[in-house]
């Protein structure tokens, strides 16, 4: 049963409930009333007798009489004949006994042999007794008659309630109603869109808040868990597909050598490009798995980095390695960014060692450092023979360089380690011709907020 129909029977209910419990109250009040006044009126009959016996029965039909009582007064005698003295439409069908006078000489009651009738006695001398009695049909029916009007009423107001909770709470269901349906879609895993909007009471509101708050969660755990499933089937593809050579190689060599066949020149070459072939597998096993370590989650703002002295400090060291090749700097100062130190240095050294690579030592290298409004544009910037085409995003295993060979060669991660670092920390990582012919190399990274500008 869905909750708005659950809402509407609930509410039915105890419109229901409240209104047939005050319904009867007041037929319960009235009906006593009613008793009350019909036994005030036996009362007055039977204590008009009580003052003298000798007169009692003369008083009791003269009051009955001037107040025009609806009231039997029958004489009862010690034999147990009855006398009617007074009758009324509605009078006793049965005769009353001996029993039921005794009983009610001390105030009005109902005799069960007497039904429908309240009666009370009072001795008149000689052993004679006087019965008053009064029928209590017009008041049980007068009963019914307001338990019926009482039910109706019950009924139409149990309606009108609902109409009116139906309109006032139409909105709040169809709310509701939304809401629902929008979990069953989240938890039968169909696409997953924006929480459906709540106009309804503030109770709706905040359960259509906590709904939002669970789902976003639901999308960041979901994504967490798709990137990572991504990056781990990304790595065994790559080292399968790139340690397939170099173990093909290693293999033959090994194969070559356990024959025996070999000279001693074969057998130093061959043992020399075993070491080289495992020192690439050594170099592409750590690019892949901190290629693995990037991806696998963002690293953002884990410390704050200066990274004008870090540049500064590394440029100074490749100036001092590197004697031979013309390099100027442009550092802006006090340049923080918030990021892993470990992965910044990677990215400036991959940078730096790539123009070793592929340019001649006396190649021109120029690095730049600036601000622009929130961003840290870094240029590094080279005297080589440049990329066939720039701008695009650096892939894994990309070699611009078609003349590279696999034994001369890196191993083809470090571009896309610089694009995944510089993508980790909230920036972008792009290629362009530089100003000596070459290629050049921008990273634009967010500044820590504390120091932006």
Known sequence: MRIATRLTLIFVLLTLLVASTVGWFAVAMSSRSQYA?????????????????????????????????????????????????????????????????????????????????????????????LVVAASTAGITKQNQHLGLLVASAAIVIALIGLVLARQVMRRDLRSMERLINYAGDVA??????????????????ELRG???????????????????????QQFVDDASHELRTPLTVVKGYNELLASGQVTPEQRIRAVTRVQREVERMEELVRDLLLLAQIREAP?????????????????????????????????????????????????????????????????????????????????????????????????RFQRFDESRSRETGGSGLGMSIMADVAESLGGTLTTEPSVFGGLGLRFVLPLAESVAP
């Open 210 to 232: 906590a709904l939002a708050v669970m789902v976003n969660a639901l999308q960041e755990r979901i994504a967490i868990e798709t990137k990572s499933t991504k990056a781990m």
């Open 37 to 129: 006044t019909l036994d005030s009126s036996i009362d007055s009959v039977v204590d008009s007798g009580l003052r003298n016996p000798n007169t009692a029965l003369s008083n009791a039909l003269y009051v009955v009489l001037r107040d025009s009582y609806d009231l039997t007064l029958d004489v009862v005698s010690p034999s147990g004949a009855i006398t009617q003295v007074n009758s009324v439409t509605k009078g006793l069908r049965r005769h009353p006994t001996l029993a039921d006078v005794r009983n009610s000489l001390t105030h009005v009651r109902a005799e069960s042999n007497l039904p429908g009738f309240q009666i009370r006695s009072l001795n008149i001398g000689g052993g004679d007794y």
């Open 299 to 395: 690293h953002h703002a884990e410390q704050p980095v200066n990274l004008s002295d870090l540049l500064r400090n590394r440029v100074s060291e490749f100036a001092a390695e590197h004697p031979d090749r013309p390099l100027t700097s442009e550092i802006e100062p006090r340049l923080t960014i918030r990021a892993r130190p470990d992965f910044v240095e990677r990215l400036i050294s991959n940078a730096l060692n790539n123009v070793v690579r592929h340019t001649p030592r006396d190649a021109p290298l120029r690095v730049t450092l600036k601000t622009n409004r929130r961003e840290a544009t870094l240029l590094i910037e080279d005297g080589g023979s440049g990329l066939p085409s720039y701008g695009l995003r650096p892939q």
């Open 188 to 205: 039968s895993g169909d696409e997953i869109g924006p929480v459906p909007a709540s106009a309804g009471s503030r109770d709706l509101q």
